[in-house]
């Protein structure tokens, strides 16, 4: 069984910063591609980030320059530290990975969704 678990979301100030981390457990045997998508009220998910394995990125337009995403291939976590926020960045935030099993199956796994709320 593969699990992703979020932390980090809550209520911020716009302006502020917050730091999203997805760490991934269970019978893993590696882990590819992982990223952030989310959620606004009314809006369909989107991706915000995602980050290969050896490290290439890719941002929203809406999100470059303010938000970084980063992994530790090792704890098997990946990051999302958001800068300058607003409050358009309101959503429930949701981590994914492509992730190969101890038996050999691949599969995308979803996080079970954080909420940040820039308030204005």
């Known amino acids: 069984q593969v699990q992703l678990v979020e932390s980090g979301g809550g209520l911020v100030q716009a302006g502020g910063s917050l730091r999203l981390s997805c760490a991934a457990s269970g019978s893993i045997l590696s882990i590819s591609t992982m990223g952030w998508y989310r959620q606004r009220p009314g809006k369909q998910r989107e991706l915000v980030a995602s980050i290969t394995r050896g490290g290439s990125t890719n941002y929203a337009d809406s999100v470059k320059g303010r938000f970084t995403i980063s992994r530790d291939n090792a704890k098997r976590t990946v990051y999302l530290q958001m800068n300058s926020l607003k409050p358009e960045d309101t959503a429930v935030y949701y981590c994914?990975?492509?992730?190969?099993?101890?038996?050999?199956?691949?599969?995308?796994?979803w996080g079970q969704g954080t909420q940040v709320t820039v308030s204005s």
């Open positions: 994914n990975a492509d992730i190969v099993s101890l038996m050999g199956v691949p599969y995308n796994y």
